[in-house]
């Protein structure tokens, strides 16, 4: 191979340039920190770089999503924290209310106190944050509940927010869970507002709104032949008499005729001892589906003192039949009837049917939402009704019970929150470090060669001078 001048300068040139290319990738990676400046340098590290940068725009993200979802969940468990002081309060009104100390008037100046918890509460649950209501489902631009009606306006679907790759966090709670309830508009009873009248007596489609006893009432028990389906069959064999007595007034004698049917039974009780107690037929069954039961109920007048109520049975008919079922005298042992506090179909109905479910007496509504039960004790203070007043700290032990469970779940997200946090930022932690493997340089290592190559160029450079320094003469010499 023959090896000219030209040949030799051109490939110590190229050379030469290699080792100032290298020198400035190197001086490059110093400069940046990065191992890895074009695909070219490493196609397999470059596509996990990229991979890895994606991720952590992502976990960035998720972070200010995670700030937000805080954020919500931390108003909720304010705002529900409020109302459970609320809670607390209007027990404390009730049990004071309940007391026989107070005159007409004290129970008048807390019922007035009890209004302002009612709009302080309908505040609360109101909140809004960020511009949304956050007891409201996806009608986040609605106030949950109308002040006016105390009706629940929103619905009952809740938000999430992604807060990690595989998790999300719900941000609202629809109040329908502890709060007021929403009423169907085509209710045949005249779509029953929450603050319902104080004594409810009306009757719609040819079915009495029972004024029930808010502490309790006698119960009838089901017939040993099974339950009474047909309210207008026969009830008694034989007839009898029933002898009412109710606390330290005299003893009211009413007599039943054979073959009458329970209805029969009630008209006589409420025509002949109306002036001390009241009967109602009742249908106690539990589900819809279930088969019809009805029984008797009896009830004190004024309302609250039903355990006060005796009932003495004279009768022919045959034992758990009949007349025999109203015997109610705990003083003797000889009760068939039985004192209950709530009762289904009477003061405890949970059929949105049923036309006395919005009834200012009903337990299931009064114990399970907060608007009702603070607006039950407020006209129960306002009318001085003792029974009722008393009625409403078993309300609101029930509430209050409601509202913890919520905080609960309240307490459970941000839990939840604070978990994935720490495990994002773990996710986060080791992503860089995945990353600075891949992509940033060894500054030491880079300097080493820098100084290689800087070496290696200096002594091209002087072997090129001192090569080219000589010509052909000196070579003939």
Do not use: C
């Not at 309940?98 to 209004?115: G, P």
């Not at 992604?162 to 998790?167: A, E, P």
């Not at 329970?262 to 589906?289: C, F, H, M």
């Not at 607006?375 to 009722?388: I, M, P, S, T, W």
């Amino acid at each position: 191979m023959k090896v000219t001048t030209g040949f030799f300068y051109k490939t110590f040139i190229n050379d030469m340039n290699t080792q100032i290319e290298a020198m400035y990738k190197a001086q490059k990676q110093l400069t940046t920190g990065k191992r890895v400046l074009s695909p070219s340098d490493d196609p397999v590290a470059i596509s996990r770089i990229v991979k890895y940068k994606t991720e952590l725009s992502a976990l960035d993200e998720y972070s200010r999503v995670i700030d937000t979802a805080k954020i919500y969940n931390s108003s909720l468990e304010t705002a529900i924290n409020d109302l459970k002081n609320m809670a607390i309060k209007a027990k404390q009104y009730a049990v004071n209310g309940s007391t026989d100390t107070l005159s007409a008037t004290d129970r008048l100046a807390l019922a007035q106190e009890v209004d302002t918890l009612i709009q302080r509460s309908i505040e609360t649950i109101n909140t809004k944050v960020s511009g949304r209501y956050i007891f409201g489902g996806y009608k986040a631009d609605t106030p949950p509940v109308n002040s006016t009606t105390g009706l629940y306006q929103s619905d009952t679907n809740l938000q999430y927010l992604d807060i990690s790759f595989f998790l999300d966090v719900a941000v609202n709670l629809p109040a329908t869970e502890f709060f007021t309830y929403q009423v169907d508009p085509t209710d045949p009873y005249g779509n029953i507002k929450v603050f319902t009248p104080y004594n409810q007596t009306v009757t719609t489609s040819g079915t009495q709104l029972h004024d029930a006893d808010p502490l309790s009432a006698l119960l009838m028990p089901q017939p040993s032949g099974g339950v009474i389906t047909d309210p207008t069959a026969g009830f008694t064999t034989n007839g009898g008499t029933l002898a009412i007595q109710l606390s330290d007034n005299k003893s009211v004698s009413v007599t039943i005729s054979s073959g009458a049917s329970l209805n029969d039974v009630r008209d006589a009780i409420n025509s002949q001892a109306g002036e001390y107690v009241k009967a109602w037929v009742v249908n106690v069954k539990e589900n819809p589906t279930d088969p019809d039961d009805y029984r008797l109920v009896i009830n004190s007048v004024p309302n609250g003192k039903s355990d006060k109520i005796r009932i003495q049975v004279s009768t022919a008919d045959a034992a758990n039949t009949g007349l025999n079922l109203l015997s109610y005298n705990p003083d003797s042992g000889s009760s068939t009837m039985s004192l209950e506090g709530n009762i289904n179909g009477y003061n405890y109905i949970t059929d949105p049917t049923d036309p006395n479910y919005y009834s200012f007496n009903n337990n299931y509504l009064n114990e399970n939402y907060y608007l009702r039960a603070l607006y039950f004790l407020k006209v129960a203070l306002e009318n001085n009704d003792q029974g009722r007043i008393q009625k409403a700290v078993d309300y609101f032990d029930k509430i209050a019970d409601k509202l913890y469970k919520q905080q609960s779940i309240i307490g459970a997200r941000l839990n939840k929150i604070e978990s994935i946090t720490d495990y994002n930022l773990e996710v986060k932690t080791n992503t860089n470090q995945n990353l600075s493997n891949d992509q940033d340089a060894d500054a030491l290592q880079v300097i080493s060669e820098l100084n290689q190559r800087m070496t290696v160029l200096q002594a091209m450079r002087v072997t090129l001078t001192d090569f080219f320094r000589n010509n052909l003469f000196d070579f003939l010499r």
